[in-house]
Each structure stands twice: as C-alpha cells, then as structure tokens.
C-alpha cells in the first residue's frame, strides 16, 4: 500500500467544519418556525466537534507513577478482557458470582476488563451486586486497580431490565436527524451508567453497503457523509463533555475498518476493497468520531484484501495512530486473537497470533473465556518476542482510560445518579425517534392514512410479537427470546392497530411464521369479509445478530409472499408494514399493493408509531438510508459509476425497487430557484448554494433537504452523486423556506489512484429536489 497522506484526515476535518443556515421568505417570517426546528447536518457538526474528556494530562502523571509499581503479570492482565461467564455460576437473573473464580481473574490475573451479560439482560439491582461484588475483589488487590466493564448498547440500554430501547441504528439513519440520535445516545448512557457500567461497544461506524450482511441495521446505511453525521451524534451523546460523569459513558467506534463490505454478505468474512475506495467510503467515519473525542476504537473481525484486521498494523498504526491521531484504546473484537490461527489460518499458534495482533496494535484482547491469552502474551515478553515498552503502551492507554471514566475515584460512578430507567420522558424520546425514522416508500391514490372508522384486517408473522420491532441486541444476543421481553407497557403492532381505533373493528389472523404458512385459508377467509375495508399485512425478519442473521437470499420467504399474494386477491386495499433489518426483495408484491411503510427496527415504541402513521396522527417524515433493491443479483448504492443498463433508457426494469433518500408524506413539498454562486470558483472561495422549499399540500409536514453534488469529469470515474449536505425542515401548509447551504474546496476532493485526496479543475453539478446547477472550478 502506499503511505498515507496527514492531509486526508485534515480534509475530512476540515469538511466537517463547514456550515449552513436558514433565511425564511420575507413573506413567511412572520409564519416561519425559530431557526432551531432546522436541523442541518453541517451545523450539527460544527456545534458537537469539541472532544469530550478532560484531558489525559490530568492522568498522567498518576498514570506514570502506577505504571512503574506494576509487574509484568500485571501489565498483561489489564489487557486481558474476559467474560461474565468466566466468574460466575448459574444464568439468566439467576445469575451470581463464584469467589473462586472472581479471586482468580481478579487476584491471581490481574484481569482488565470484563464484559458482556449471560444470556438475558439483568435487572438494575443484579448489575449492581455483580458490580460492587467485582470491585471489591478489586480493591483488595495490591495496586487497587478498577476493572473496567464493557457492554454492548447497540440501540438504548439493551441489557437492563426496563431499561430504554431506541430503533435500532439503520431506523436512526432514517430519521435524517441528529438531534434525535444525539438525545437517545444520551439516555442510553445514563441508563448504562446507571447499571456502574462505563464502556458502551457502539457506535457501529461500518458504512452498510452491503445489503445482505446480517449488522446492515447496526449501521446508519450506505452512505458516508450520513454515516458521519449519525456518529458523531452517537458518541457525543454517550461521552458529553466529561466521561467521568455519572451520566456518560465511553463509546468504542467498531469495527475498524471494512468490516460492513464483505464480498460474499456473510458476517466475519473478507472483503476486497481498494485502498482509495477505504479512503473514500469507509475511513470518515472513524475520522470524524475520533475527531469528536472517542476513547476506544473496536477492530475488524474479517480481514480486508487478506489481511486481517487484528494483525493489519498498517491500519491500526500508521493509519489510526498517526494519521487520524487515535490516543485511546484499541481492543480486539470476540476470540478473534484465536481466530487469527483457527478461521484465517495467518497464523499456525494462538501463541504466533498473539505475537502479531499486540504488535500490529492491540491493547486489549476480548479472550473472553480463559487464560491463555495472559499465559502466551507473559511468555512472549519475557522471551523477548514483545518488548515489554509495547506493553507499557497499551497499559498506559488502559489506565489513562479508566482515570478518564472517574473508576479510580468511585468504581462504581453513575450507580447513585438521578438517572432513571425507561421513563416517560426516555420512552417518549424513543417514540419521537421511531415516528421520524417510518418511511412511507409507497401510497397509491392516497391510500394512507386509513380513517379511524375503518375495519381493518392485520395478518403477518410480524404482527403480533416485539421481537421484529427490536430484533438483535435486545434483552439478550439474538433478541429471539419472547420470554424476555417485557410482558407489559408495550404494544404489538395489532395491539397498538386496536388501541388507536377499537378492538372491534380490528380482525386479527397471523396467517404465517417467518418461513412457514400457517392459517392463510383464514385470513384469505377474512381478507374478503364485508367487515373488512382495509388490510394491513406486516411482513419482514424475525431476529437476528452477527453470524446466525446471515442469508443466502435477500427474497422474503415464500410463505409472506404467498400470504400477501392472497390478500390481494380480495380485492381490498393492502398495505404492506415492512419490520426488517435489512431490504429484503418485495419484487413479487410491491407493485400491486397500494402502499407501503418501512418500519426497519423502530424499537419498543415502534408499534404505537406505525399506528400513528397509518392513520394519520403523525406525518411521515423518514428517509431511506440504503438503496432498496429490486433484484437480489441487482445490488448497488446510489453513489454508483455510471452503471450499463441501469443509468438508460433500460432503467425502470433494473432500477432499484426504491431509491436512497426516498420517502413521501402526507403533504406535497416543491423546489424551486436553485442559485449556485459564485458560478466559477478557486482557491479558498466557498460556494454558496440556495434553493426555496415550499409546503404546497394542506398539513404541515418535515423534509429532508438533500444536497447532491458530482463532477462532470475526473480522473477517476466520478460516482453519479454523493450526498454533501442535508437539512431537515418542518414547513407549515402554504409556507417556503429559502436555504443556504455552504460548500468548500474540501466537499470537491476525491481519492486518487495515488490515495491522497485531490481537487481536479473541473465542472460540477449541484442537485437538489430535482433542481440542478453548474458551476466550474479552476
């Protein structure tokens, strides 16, 4: 690979710095909303760059002087992160610690880290005695060393009981609103916090551009700049301005890097990626979020062009040290030291493996289940293998992190907050979120919203259960667990149909599984009913997490297609409510019911939201993140090259089924007088882009305003677009904004084949709404 250039992270930086703003009409003024019911991505950006944290500096010195009494032994062991399951007996909320264990990882180990639940989320008074228990051991210890604990809040508090679950990161996306995604990565580190637990493992910052990948919804979708944007959210919110706070937590940016592009769509697997295509599509992200101050960085599971990520010091090192500045702690993902001999074969011992992976760059080694990474790794240095200054390296940036969360202080920080679990504000901020993430993809002759009055038949597998609603990462790994989901206080989409217009005009018959029909006679019986207007049929996945989600086909089982087929067949208006992590092919369907809500994973509340939508409580207002597709050998991002009968007069037959960035509403919005200025630009000038939007329909509504922009010519094949700016603006019936958006020599750059970012003279096309507009560059 050829060495990397400081002045791409400066770019990326640099880009994210830029601003925009907001001028109504002098004759909507008076009518106009405050300037902040604007949310603009650019502006968000500008607002939450400051890193969290106060500063290593206050550490060090205390950092310094415990590292100097430390042993070996304990060195290694702060790098040694291990499972819950390693100290304890029983399961479930059974669950409790077994002293001889606890001493062993604790006093004889030295042990880090530990992470994880057994099986189910814990109930906040478990988490507190696992916790106070864990810590006392490690008090007793000679140097008192804090354990640090580590969990997976992938969207809201996903292993506490009661706890506040949000939709999960591909719905957030959805929403085209930071705000949002900064407000519930706030609660969930409160939440989180709450528990004494300080490290959450998220944001996911893989950008989903695969759409057959089983972690596609742990994502903010396919596209760089909203990707960018989302993360950076995510970490502010969880880190604030302090994470020594009781109310903060740090956030690990995972999984660096190329983890979300593999070749075959199956999860742990390799991908083949360009170098300029990493830089271009998959590293802003990860630049951005350390740029926003995050502490921890989580590593590829795969491997990228055959090097694996956990050995690939080229990008832990050169890349994420020294380009992009990372100061924080690198810790590997599940087993994967030993998944460098037993799955990618680069190595022929775990005792090689973990030679390679703590010289390429790891600090910490998530084990999780045993000793031998301790064993190996002591053995390495004193053979002189590992000089025991990469040792000191990794423990320092180890226990400046645990200086940084307060754990020195009080261990146990946060378990005393204010904080609570699931409350009514939390559960109406995750409400908020999934009515602004629910896409309306298709409404036929205004077939949404249904009037109150209407009878209603709800078929589907997806109907009647929360589980599609949160699928993985919710109260246990898969999310498949019905007994572990709250048995009260939230509804299923039939419950939430039934709560908003009467039970009596709701027919209920579930009609198939996920993969299997089971009493489609029924509901083909009911669809024809004279008691029947309507017919909603709620189709998508059951859940799913990492390796068992993958799939070799992205159809929909036959036994939902089947069942929609026979709800057409009555003749009655069918709309179709998708809960899916990822786009699953609807080819056979989507064209012949009358509308169509894509509701991803919209969480807990995600139910009583669809309910809104349907009838018309709440105007539609998502986006979609990813390009839908028609065809499931037809995959490919809207940022595509020019791409043989797709970009002719082919297109309607291979087009995607919808477009990224699709989404209607309940009311009508139109573009008009894009100016672009100046229309010749060089040097430091900004280009300034101003286009009007106008509320034409007769309720008010939000829309995502989307700056679109690309190069006429390049020197490498120009994508037709790329997204560089978004706001997202509520407009009353009759009422136009006219929008400034700011555009600097940085949004012109592009990786060459030498990998270093460049602006090439040239012309560019400005799109917005259908509007478009050139200006050249010299």
């Known amino acids: 690979m050829i060495k990397p250039r400081l002045a791409l992270y400066i770019i990326v930086i640099s880009l994210l710095l830029a601003g925009a703003r907001t001028l109504p009409l002098a004759a909507d003024r008076a009518a106009a909303s405050a300037p902040q019911d604007v949310v603009d991505s650019q502006a968000f950006l500008q607002s939450h760059m400051t890193p969290a944290g106060p500063a290593a500096s206050a550490s060090a010195a205390a950092v310094e002087k415990l590292l100097a009494q430390m042993t070996l032994k304990e060195k290694v062991g702060q790098m040694t992160q291990l499972t819950i399951e390693t100290i304890v007996d029983g399961k479930d909320q059974d669950i409790r610690i077994n002293p001889e264990k606890l001493h062993k990882a604790i006093a004889e180990y030295g042990i880090g880290s530990i992470l994880n639940v057994y099986d189910q989320a814990l109930s906040l008074e478990k988490w ?13 210890t000679r140097l008192q060393i804090p354990v640090l604990y580590g969990i997976d809040s992938i969207h809201g508090t996903t292993y506490v009981e009661d706890g506040t679950l949000f939709p999960q990161p591909l719905a957030m996306a959805a929403t085209w609103n930071p705000e949002l995604m900064l407000r519930g990565s706030q609660i969930s580190a409160a939440e989180t916090r709450k528990a004494a637990i300080p490290w959450s493992f998220s944001p996911v910052l893989d950008v989903g551009r695969q759409p057959l990948w089983p972690r596609l919804y742990e994502t903010f979708g396919e596209d760089t700049y909203l990707a960018t944007v989302m993360g950076v959210a995510t970490v502010r919110g969880y880190e604030g301005e302090d994470i020594s706070s009781p109310v903060h937590v740090s956030s690990s940016l995972k999984h660096y890097i190329g983890y979300s592009y593999p070749t075959t769509g199956g999860d742990r697997s390799s991908a083949l990626i360009p170098e300029s295509t990493l830089r271009e599509y998959f590293l802003p992200t990860f630049a951005a979020a350390v740029r926003a101050g995050a502490h921890t960085v989580m590593v590829n599971s795969g491997d990228v062009n055959g090097v694996p990520g956990h050995v690939n ?90 200086y940084q969360l307060g754990l020195f202080s009080d261990p146990l920080r946060g378990a005393d907050a204010n904080s609570k679990l699931g409350s009514p504000e939390s559960r109406q901020a995750s409400l908020t979120a999934a009515q602004e993430s629910i896409t309306l993809l298709k409404n036929d002759n205004h077939a949404l919203p249904l009037a109150k009055t209407a009878r209603v038949l709800v078929t589907g597998p997806d109907a009647g259960s929360l589980i599609p609603l949160d699928n993985g990462w919710s109260y246990t790994w898969q999310g498949n667990k019905a007994s572990a989901y709250p048995t009260q206080g939230y509804a299923t989409i039939v419950d939430a149909i039934r709560q908003k217009i009467g039970a009596d005009h709701v027919t209920y018959v579930p009609g198939a599984s996920y993969d299997k029909e089971t009493d489609i006679t029924q509901a083909a019986s009911a669809a024809t009913a004279a008691t029947v207007d309507a017919i909603v049929v709620c189709l998508g996945e059951w859940a799913y997490a990492e390796t068992p989600g993958n799939i070799a086909d992205l159809a929909l089982p036959d036994a939902q297609i089947h069942l929609a087929q026979k709800m057409l067949e009555s003749g009655k208006p069918v709309i179709l409510v998708l809960t899916e992590g990822r786009p699953r092919i609807i080819r056979p369907i989507a064209g012949s019911v009358s509308a169509i809500l894509m509701a991803y994973n919209p969480g807990n509340e995600g139910a009583q939201a669809i309910a809104d939508i349907l009838f018309g409580d709440v105007n539609p207002s998502g986006k979609l993140p990813i390009t839908y597709p028609r065809y499931a050998n037809m995959l490919f991002t809207y940022d595509h090259k020019t791409l043989e009968g797709v970009d002719s007069e082919n297109a309607p037959l291979y087009a995607p089924q919808f477009e990224f960035g699709h989404g209607l509403s309940y009311t009508n919005f139109t573009y008009s007088d894009l100016q672009v200025t100046p229309s010749t630009a060089s040097g430091d000038q900004k280009i300034q882009v101003e286009v009007t939007v106008r509320n034409t329909g007769d309720r008010a509504g939000k829309e995502v305003v989307r700056l679109y922009l690309n190069e006429q010519a390049a020197s490498i094949a120009p994508p037709l677009k790329r997204l560089k700016r978004f706001a997202k603006i509520p407009l009353q019936p009759g009422e136009s904004r006219r929008y400034t958006f700011e555009l600097t020599k940085e949004d012109l750059s592009f990786i060459n084949a030498e990998n270093k970012p460049i602006v090439e003279p040239g012309l560019f096309d400005v799109q917005i709404g259908g509007l478009k507009q050139t200006f050249a560059w010299k």
């Open 313 to 402: 010091s080229y990008l832990l090192k050169t890349v994420l040290r020294d380009e992009l500045g990372f100061q924080g702690v690198v810790v590997s993902d599940w087993q994967d030291i030993e998944r460098l001999v037993t799955a990618h074969h680069i190595a022929a011992t775990e005792k090689e493996a973990t030679r390679l992976a703590i010289l390429a760059g790891i600090d910490m080694s998530m084990v999780p289940q045993d000793y031998r990474f301790s064993d190996l790794l002591l053995q390495l240095v004193q053979e002189g293998q590992v000089p025991e200054a990469r040792i000191n390296e990794a423990v320092r940036r180890i226990l400046t992190l645990k």
């Open 128 to 140: 507190h005695e696992i916790q106070r228990t864990i810590q006392a051991e490690a008090k007793n």
